[in-house]
């Protein structure tokens, strides 16, 4: 069994999937990104407070 064997398996598998491709219709890309960004400034924000020189 060759290396190549089991990873045509998985290009054939993946490449079969046609409907289930990976966009969901529920996950709206805007949101994601927009909550996606939010979280890190807002761990930006909290580290910053608590990098303060006293």
């Known amino acids: 069994m ?3 064997q089991p990873a045509h398996a ?3 598998l993946a490449s079969e999937g046609g409907e ?3 966009n969901h219709e529920s ?3 805007y ?3 927009g909550g996606a960004l939010f979280f890190l ?3 930006l924000w909290i580290t ?3 990098n303060r020189d006293r």
């Open 2 to 4: 060759s290396l190549l």
């Open 10 to 12: 998985l290009v054939t």
């Open 20 to 22: 289930h491709g990976g």
């Open 27 to 29: 996950l709206n890309p």
């Open 31 to 33: 949101l994601t990104g």
């Open 41 to 43: 400034l807002l761990l």
């Open 48 to 50: 910053t407070r608590f």
